[in-house]
């Protein structure tokens, strides 16, 4: 009898420790979803007591009208959705292509250029964002105006610097290396050109590496905060993460401010809950290649 | 055949180059020329916008964030019997740190310097001055975060990752939850746990005291110097160890099974299975996490911009958000500039000797 309850017992018990961690994990985004609902003076009482985490008292969605009222919410969401999208699809194209040329055609001074490349890997953002400042701010640029010269306060300046880079190029390079060289020989023998072999019989077996690309690429750029702040000081450019400020001036309204956040960061995370298995996958495939 | 072969690797040689072109201009023009112009500027008096030509300056960017120097001050001695001269409360008196480094014509290199810390020595008193007191307390800032995070959270990520490698139903849902903060933004997340961390109704404090029955006295986190950093600690553990617990659950899922049976059949307990089959398997693994930790630990800057500006008393000044300053705030694009050069070669240094002392460890 005691045999077969210790042989239930503690198959039980071993979620335990597992529930205590997922509640860390999970109550501070609880908090920050449930205070968005409550009024800022019932939000401060709440916070001594359960009802912190509880769709308690006076419940609406009236902070988030206040966001609104209080900044061009609507302006700074679209900035981040345009400025992340258009990046994203540019860096996908980009560094495959790139890649592509890198694993499978033959040229003069590929391999150099490739090591070149894969070393900017150590160079984290935060060591170049000064003398970039100075260098973007001296770039010309075409557009509406004619010929203009400094790029900040722009949608490009945010875009451009990133459509490019080598974690990108280097999964994508990782990936087609294992791919059958056969594949390209037989196009190449049916008279393929290797822009055809490209789009056409390369990418679409490149679905996985895609996504993952994809989605790093998407969490770097919709969370970017150092360089957004650096060059867009004019409110049209700033995307959300540099729209926060709005919600700081003497006294912190805290109910707008979780609304804010909310509302920035529900939609990742809705987004991360349907496709985790991919989000997970993306970052488990860094670690195993690198 | 021979032809053919030609034309074809003339054909790929221009459309190689084509291929590769705009992501190589891109990452060049936007990477490497900022990374070798950092280099450059900071060598000059290179200002954001400035009426005059930009000069060579030499080092002395580096001098005026790096010269250190210790200085022992006397205390003041009764000129007849050289006994030490006392106040009324019986402590001696000794000349001020600015009346050495004012002016003084004896002592040059130390004009300007600031105290930076001091200690008793004997009877003399021991001070290190620094010409850039602030740069100083965020390098060891800095030191400081990297040198907690980069074990703790790599310890706590790989202890999560074997608890989500067990054979459980419904286990990919903890997995799910533990990853979650990684995808918000550290932003986000700064803001939500400045208001957790609050002194006056901050959650924290609530949680504290309650499970204490009341006898926690609130504390304000990030108001006080003792508390400010190693708060900043425990959240960026929080939003990042799901990162790294992936990474190590890759790891762990290469272990065959087969060496778990083996163990289990040798009658090998649960330490002795972890000590001799999972982390001797884990090595290229830890040494991933490690390096990646510390990369992404020396370059702490949104927690700070968002929580604290550096305060408070500069207890949690960073090295990034001192080049921020430098180089943006006050538009001082050399000193910024040989911030980044400073912290580039602490990076690779400190890479490069992890990666070596790991090596070393495992093998």
Redesign the interface.
């Known amino acids: 009898m005691s045999t077969s309850t210790s042989s239930l017992r503690p198959s039980r018990w071993r979620y335990l420790p597992l529930v205590l961690v997922a509640i860390v994990f999970i109550f501070p985004l609880e908090f920050m979803i449930m205070s968005s609902l409550k009024p800022s003076q019932q939000l401060l009482s709440d916070t001594n007591s359960f009802r912190a985490f509880l769709p308690v008292g006076s419940i609406s969605l009236d902070n988030y009208y206040a966001a609104f009222a209080r900044a061009p919410v609507g302006l700074f969401l679209f900035n981040s959705v345009f400025i992340t999208a258009t990046t994203v699809v540019l860096a996908l194209f980009l560094c495959s292509i790139s890649a592509f040329s890198f694993v499978f055609l033959q040229w003069r001074g590929r391999d150099t250029i490739l090591t070149i490349l894969l070393t900017t890997l150590v160079i984290p953002i935060e060591i170049i964002a000064v003398p970039l400042l100075l260098l973007v701010n001296q770039l010309p640029w075409v557009g509406l105006h004619g010929l203009t010269f400094g790029w900040l306060n722009s949608y490009q300046v945010q875009i451009i610097p990133f459509s490019a880079d080598a974690l990108s190029v280097f999964l994508f390079v990782q990936y087609f290396k294992d791919l059958p060289k056969e594949l390209i020989e037989a196009a190449r023998i049916e008279g393929a050109s290797w822009w055809q072999i490209y789009y056409k019989v390369i990418m679409p077996l490149a679905g996985p590496v895609t996504a993952t690309a994809a989605i790093l690429k998407f969490l770097a750029m919709y969370n970017q905060f150092l360089w957004p702040l650096m060059v867009t000081q004019a409110e049209q450019y700033r995307p959300v993460m540099i729209g926060l400020q709005y919600f700081f001036q003497l006294n912190i309204a805290w109910g707008e401010v979780m609304a804010y956040l909310t509302l920035i960061t529900v939609p990742v995370l809705i987004f991360y809950l349907v496709l985790q298995r991919a989000f997970i996958a993306s970052i488990a495939s860094t670690g195993i290649k690198g | 055949m021979q032809i053919s072969g030609s034309k074809?690797?003339q054909?790929?040689?221009?459309?190689?180059?084509l291929?590769?072109?705009?992501?190589?201009a891109?990452?060049g023009l936007?990477?490497?020329?900022?990374?070798l112009?950092?280099f450059y500027?900071a060598f000059t008096n290179?200002r954001?916008i400035s009426p005059n030509p930009t000069e060579y300056v030499g080092t002395s960017n580096f001098h005026q964030l790096l010269d250190l120097g210790v200085l022992t001050l006397e205390p003041e001695r009764d000129a007849a019997t050289q006994e030490i001269k006392k106040d009324a409360s019986g402590a001696a008196a000794y000349p001020t740190v600015r009346s050495l480094t004012r002016n003084n014509s004896e002592m040059p290199y130390y004009d300007g310097m600031r105290e930076w810390f001091s200690w008793h020595s004997g009877d003399n008193i021991k001070v290190v001055v620094a010409r850039d007191v602030v740069f100083m307390k965020a390098i060891v800032n800095t030191f400081l975060f990297v040198l907690i995070t980069a074990p703790l959270q790599g310890g706590l990520a790989l202890l999560?990752a074997m608890?989500i490698n067990?054979k459980?139903p419904g286990?990919n849902i903890?997995?799910?939850?533990?990853?979650?903060?990684?995808?918000?933004?550290?932003?986000?997340?700064s803001?939500?746990?400045r208001?957790?961390y609050s002194g006056?109704?901050?959650?924290l404090n609530?949680i504290l005291g309650f499970f204490t029955f009341g006898t926690f006295k609130p504390v304000d986190w990030l108001g006080n110097s003792a508390t400010a950093l190693p708060s900043i600690i425990a959240m960026s553990i929080?939003q990042a160890v799901?990162?790294h617990m992936?990474?190590w659950?890759?790891?762990l899922q290469?272990i065959p099974v087969s060496l778990y049976e083996a163990a289990d059949i040798e009658g090998a307990t649960g330490w002795q299975k972890f000590r001799f089959v999972t982390w001797p398997g884990l090595r290229n693994?830890a040494i991933?996490v490690l390096v990646?930790i510390t990369?992404q630990a020396f370059?702490l800057?949104?927690q700070i911009?968002?929580m604290t500006q550096g305060g408070p008393v500069d207890a949690t000044q960073t090295i990034?958000f001192q080049?921020?300053q430098?180089?943006?705030a006050k538009q001082d694009?050399a000193t910024?500039?040989a911030?980044?050069v400073i912290?580039?070669i602490i990076?690779?240094t400190i890479?490069l000797i992890q990666r070596y002392l790991t090596r070393e460890k495992l093998t």
């Open positions: 074809k690797l054909n790929s040689e221009s459309t190689g180059w291929m590769a072109f705009p992501a190589t891109i990452i936007f990477i490497i020329v900022p990374f112009l950092g500027f290179q954001f999560l608890m067990q459980l286990i903890f997995r799910t939850i533990y990853f979650m903060p990684v995808v918000v933004s550290i932003v986000v997340v803001l939500l746990w208001f957790i006056d109704n901050g959650l609530a929080w799901g990162f992936v990474i659950l890759s790891g290469t693994t991933l990646v990369m370059t800057f949104s911009a968002v990034v080049a921020v430098h180089g943006y694009i910024g500039s911030i980044s912290l580039f990076v690779i890479s």
